[in-house]
């Protein structure tokens, strides 16, 4: 993942990574290419199915801030649960361009409030 990271993506505009057996460090890799990656059209990034587990809930949310052009965010099944789920929150914060955002089966508990 680190490698494929160091490549310029200014044309990718779609990153499917479902079910490719990743964990937490591949998300600091993305957030670390993010952050020092500029005119990027990334526009999509699939991670669905990957065992990010809480500790990638904070790096996907620094990735989320340094990708202005991310439309969908994809993390159906990769175990964020409540935690990792908090420390996204702050990038979606600062990312009003985002139209989707699946965290199906995360195993969410916390209500809204």
Same mark, same amino acid.
């Given at each position: 993942?680190?490698?494929?990271?160091?490549?310029?993506?200014?044309? #990718?505009?779609?990153? =499917? *990574?479902?079910?490719?057996? &990743?964990?937490?460090? %591949?998300?600091?890799? @993305?957030?670390?290419?993010? /952050?020092?990656?500029?005119?990027?059209? #990334?526009?999509?990034? =699939? *991670?669905?199915?990957?065992? &990010?587990?809480?500790? %990638?809930?904070?790096? @996907?949310?620094?990735?989320? /801030?340094?990708?202005?052009?991310?439309?969908?965010?994809?993390l159906r099944g990769c175990r964020l649960g409540d935690l990792g789920v908090r420390g996204l929150a702050g990038g979606l914060a600062s990312h009003p361009g985002l139209?989707?955002?699946?965290?199906?089966?995360?195993?969410?508990?916390?209500?809204?409030?």
């Amino acid at each position: 993942m680190a490698s494929l990271c160091t490549l310029p993506w200014t044309c #990718l505009t779609h990153l =499917d *990574l479902r079910s490719c057996g &990743l964990g937490a460090g %591949a998300v600091v890799s @993305l957030a670390d290419a993010s /952050s020092g990656r500029s005119g990027s059209a #990334l526009e999509v990034i =699939d *991670l669905s199915d990957n065992d &990010l587990e809480p500790e %990638a809930g904070n790096h @996907l949310g620094r990735m989320l /801030s340094a990708s202005p052009s991310l439309r969908e965010l994809q993390l159906r099944g990769c175990r964020l649960g409540d935690l990792g789920v908090r420390g996204l929150a702050g990038g979606l914060a600062s990312h009003p361009g985002l139209t989707l955002l699946d965290l199906g089966d995360n195993g969410l508990k916390d209500e809204c409030g």
